[in-house]
């Protein structure tokens, strides 16, 4: 025997339809649950890819930084060079000059 066996047809029809609305309240609030929870994932995947990309971003600044020192130093040196070949070009023609 149940406790409902007693009830008249009128409150088990009532009993009824409180349990029905209660499971589709409960049914809205799991698929709420849901969206809340797949959401939350993609947010988690965003602020990752945001990191991630932040850290990224910082790498390639310091990256970035290196390679114009890089170049600067490169371009000083070049101009060393230059300044040297000229000077070295300017003593052999000195030195063809007296040796002639």
């Known amino acids: 025997m149940s406790e409902f066996d007693e009830y008249p047809v009128d409150r088990l029809r009532f009993e009824y339809e409180r349990r029905q609305n209660e499971v589709s309240n409960l049914q809205q609030e799991l698929s709420d ?3 809340e929870e797949s959401q939350t994932l993609v ?3 965003r602020a990752r890819d945001a990191t991630y990309l932040r850290r990224m971003s910082d790498v390639d600044q310091e990256f970035r930084v290196k390679l114009h020192e890089i170049e600067s130093k490169t371009e000083r040196v070049k101009q ?3 300044i040297l ?3 070295m070009e300017a003593i052999v023609q000195v030195l063809n000059v007296k040796w002639k």
Do not use: F
Request: proline share 0%.
């Open 85 to 87: 070949r000229t000077e």
């Open 43 to 45: 947010n988690w995947e």
């Open 80 to 82: 060393r060079m230059n």
């Open 33 to 35: 649950l849901k969206r």
